[in-house]
């Protein structure tokens, strides 16, 4: 079946612009996750949803961070008034439930100008 | 907090040549582990995991890794690498349904 895909591969955007990222999960999956991938920092967690949980948003970096997730499936990712810090590849991942295997997406690469 | 360290960045192996990569974690309840591989351009793919039982596991692409809990360790194995198993590869511990991640080790094969 189809793996978790994510939107755009990738994004330039200059500095102080809003970008939102999206990831579509493996259907089916309860668990939806997002990472960041810098040089500087390596693979860092940035939020969790479960089901109707409240999120953990405890890895998010500052409040320029959000991220909400529709109807269980989709997700987006958004970064306001972005940074040249912001500058990585961010992941998404889903799994059937928490604690499982985590699948990961191809991945969006963020050049802040 | 619950930590992983790779200790070994850059790894140089030959065809043919057997591989250990290691990883060691902090983690104060049974861990939950996880080895994840990275080609270039890449997403993450899981090449196996260890949630319980037997400690030695056996993943894709003819890799196993053995967890041993008096050394905190979980190190990944292959006993003849292949010019395709380039890449880097990510340790992770399950920290209460996140993973957190090991710096990696970027292997490179030799003919």
């Known amino acids: 079946g189809a793996g978790v895909s994510q939107s755009p591969s990738n994004k330039v955007t200059e500095k102080g612009k809003d970008v939102e990222l999206r990831c579509d999960p493996i259907s089916g999956h309860t668990a939806l996750y997002w990472y960041r991938q810098s040089l500087g920092q390596g693979l860092e967690f940035l939020i969790y949803?479960?089901?109707?949980?409240?999120?953990?948003k405890s890895g998010l970096p500052s409040d320029r961070f959000s991220a909400e997730r529709t109807g269980g499936s989709v997700s987006t990712l958004t970064i306001q008034r972005t940074q040249q810090e912001d500058s990585a590849v961010y992941l998404c991942?889903?799994?059937?439930?928490?604690?499982?295997?985590?699948?990961f997406g191809p991945g969006t690469r963020l050049t802040v100008l | 907090a619950q930590s992983v360290t790779q200790p070994d960045i850059h790894i140089t192996v030959s065809e043919g040549a057997s591989l250990e990569l290691r990883c060691n974690y902090s983690y104060g309840a049974t861990p939950y582990l996880f080895w994840y591989v990275q080609s270039p351009g890449q997403g993450l793919q899981l090449l196996l995991k260890?949630?319980?039982?037997?400690?030695l596991v056996q993943g894709i692409k003819g890799f196993e890794a053995e967890f041993k809990r008096s050394q905190s360790s979980f190190n990944l194995r292959k006993p003849s690498v292949h010019w395709s198993d380039a890449a880097e590869y990510f340790c992770?511990?399950?920290?209460?349904?996140?993973?957190?991640f090991g710096t990696g080790t970027r292997l490179q094969v030799f003919p």
């Open positions: 991942a889903s799994s059937l439930v928490g604690r499982g295997e985590q699948f």
């Open positions: 260890y949630f319980s039982g037997d400690t």
């Open positions: 949803f479960q089901g109707n949980s409240a999120p953990d």
């Open positions: 992770a511990v399950d920290d209460t349904d996140k993973l957190i």
